[in-house]
Every structure is written in C-alpha cells, then in structure tokens.
C-alpha cells in the first residue's frame, strides 16, 4: 500500500532552494507564510502556472516571477492561485447581527439629521464579494425609504485578480447562499437560469471593488475615513510582524469611534493594543477609542 501511495504521488516540481526562494518572494511581495507544512499546495499551484506560462523547471519560472516585465503580472496570477477564496453571503450571521443593530443602526441614527449623511465600510480581503455585497444588503434595510439621500461607499478589496472580476460581475451559483435567508435571496436577487443569481442593481451601486494587497503600503495608505472595516479570515495566513503591520494600517483608515471586525476564531492579542475589545451578544468587535479618550496608543507597529 506504502509503495502504491508513493507510486501516486506527484513528482516535486520545486527543489528545496527554490522552495525556499520563492516562499521569501512571496512573503515579501504580500506578507503570506508558505512553511514547509504548505509545500505540497505551493508545489502543485506552481506546477498549474509553469505549464500556463510554458516553462517546465521551477528556475525558470523564479526567473519569470523576477523579471521586470512578466514578474507583476504573473506574481498577480500566483497569489491568485495558492490563496483560499472560501466565502458565502451572510457568512457568520451572529457577527453581522451584531454590527446591524450595534454599530450600523446607532450610526446611522447619528447621521440622519445630517445634510449630508455619509457612510464608509471597507471589506479587506473580500474574495469574490459576498461580504460586502451582505453589508450592502444590511445597509439598504437599515436606511430604507432614507437610502437615496445618503452618500454609501462599501470598498471590496482582494489581491486575488480572478475573484475581483467575479464580484465585479455579481453572479453566483446556489453554493454562495448556504446559510443565507431566503428573504435577501428573494430581495436582492434576479434569477438568471438554473442555480444562477445575480445581485440587483441596489447593492451594486454601493459596492466598488479592486484590487489591493495587504503589503502595498501606499494602497493601504489611501484607504482612510472608514466607520467599519471587516477583516474577516485573512490575517490567519500571515504571521504576527505582517499581522501587526496590517493592522496598524486597519487602525489609521478607520475614523475614531469606528470599529474593526475580525474571524470569529481571531484575536488582536499580541498583535494590537490599539483597540478597544467590544463584547457584542455573539459576536466581538473591536472599537477605535474617540478622540477624547486617545492620549498615547501603540498602533501595534
């Protein structure tokens, strides 16, 4: 059984020093941790993108990735191909809950009276756009016949090319509502064939997408002015001095008295003591402090 087993397994594309180098090329261009518990999957990515682009030794392929001309595009194409693009609408209904009646509602209730009543919300690593299409959704139920009067930006960020241009298009199959109430499926939806929905054009207008990578400091820099900013099941694929920085950057784009949601498994513990922790029934957030109670904080830099 032992010799079949082996007899299957695939043949290394990546010798030891290549698996090395390009783990520290990827760590260095978006922060992610490719260890040798991960060199299977990073074996087998690498081999789908050798043969795309028509080289068959993994030197070859580090060649590309470095080069001036080919490395931007294909680095683009890499992290596209070895990250987790697991998501759903209305994934962890008790953390958006929580923000719809403990952060959105009181928000928007402080802003109506205002003439021009606005509203930021950045989803960070948004995959193919479910979360901040479900923000959009939560959004428009909460301001109701007001919505047209308010100045709503939800901002859908990925480093991943191909499900940018999913979400950009807004199309899904029944897989991407498992959990989702059949009230926003019949809502925010158009039918357009067997197991295809596609969202309407309400959530649509609010939402923008693009790309963005953690690791771009300038890009990370111009995300600024956000009430909520979701971080949801991404940092757990960086390591803590990557987690910090980007964190820090999460910190400085949200206004004061905003609030950061992370993976209901995550923690800012050692990472952050920026933060205020926020205890939500089922869910926690955690709270930039006002501006009137800042008098020194550590970014977690």
């Known amino acids: 059984m032992t010799q079949a087993l082996r007899a299957k397994a695939p043949p290394a594309v990546l010798t030891d020093?290549?698996?090395?180098?390009?783990?520290?090329?990827?760590?260095?261009?978006?922060?992610?941790?490719?260890?040798?518990?991960?060199?299977?999957?990073?074996?087998?990515?690498?081999?789908?993108?050798?043969?795309?682009?028509?080289?068959?030794?993994?030197a070859a392929y580090l060649d590309i990735l470095l080069s001036p001309h080919q490395g931007p595009g294909e680095l683009l194409e890499l992290l596209d191909a070895v990250t987790t693009h697991e998501t759903s609408f209305f994934r962890n209904r008790p953390?958006?809950?929580?923000?719809?009646?403990?952060?959105?509602?009181?928000?928007?209730?402080r802003q109506?009276?205002?003439?021009?009543?606005?509203?930021?919300i950045w989803s960070a690593g948004c995959s193919s756009g479910e979360e901040p299409y479900s923000l959009a959704m939560l959004v428009l139920e909460v301001l109701g016949d007001d919505a047209p009067r308010w100045d709503v930006r939800i901002?859908?960020?990925d480093l991943?090319?191909?499900?940018?241009?999913?979400?950009?298009?807004?199309?899904?199959?029944?897989?991407s509502?498992?959990?989702?109430?059949?009230?926003?499926?019949?809502?925010?939806?158009?039918?357009?064939?067997?197991?295809?929905?596609r969202v309407t054009d309400g959530p649509r207008r609010l939402v923008t997408f693009d790309l963005l990578n953690f690791q771009d400091e300038v890009g990370m820099a111009r995300m600024q002015g956000f009430h909520?900013?979701?971080?949801?099941?991404?940092?757990?694929y960086f390591d803590r001095p990557a987690k910090k920085r980007f964190v820090a950057h999460f910190y400085r784009s949200l206004v004061p008295g905003g609030h950061l949601f992370i993976g209901h498994s995550e923690s800012l513990h050692g990472v952050s003591d920026a933060f205020k922790l926020?205890?939500?029934?089922?869910?926690?957030?955690y709270q930039k402090p006002q501006a009137h109670d800042v008098t020194e904080h550590t970014h977690g830099t």
């Open 95 to 109: 953390q958006l809950n929580a923000f719809r009646q403990y952060v959105l509602a009181p928000l928007v209730d």
């Open 177 to 197: 509502f498992r959990g989702t109430p059949a009230y926003y499926v019949q809502k925010y939806f158009d039918v357009q064939g067997p197991d295809r929905f």
């Open 155 to 157: 901002f859908g960020t």
């Open 160 to 175: 991943a090319r191909s499900v940018i241009e999913k979400a950009r298009h807004g199309e899904y199959g029944r897989y």
């Open 112 to 120: 109506r009276a205002s003439s021009h009543p606005r509203l930021r």
């Open 278 to 285: 926020i205890h939500f029934p089922g869910a926690l957030a």
């Open 17 to 58: 020093d290549e698996f090395h180098r390009l783990g520290e090329l990827l760590y260095d261009r978006s922060g992610l941790v490719f260890g040798p518990p991960k060199r299977r999957l990073l074996d087998s990515r690498v081999a789908r993108r050798m043969a795309a682009v028509g080289v068959d030794t993994g």
């Open 228 to 236: 909520v900013v979701f971080c949801r099941n991404a940092l757990i």
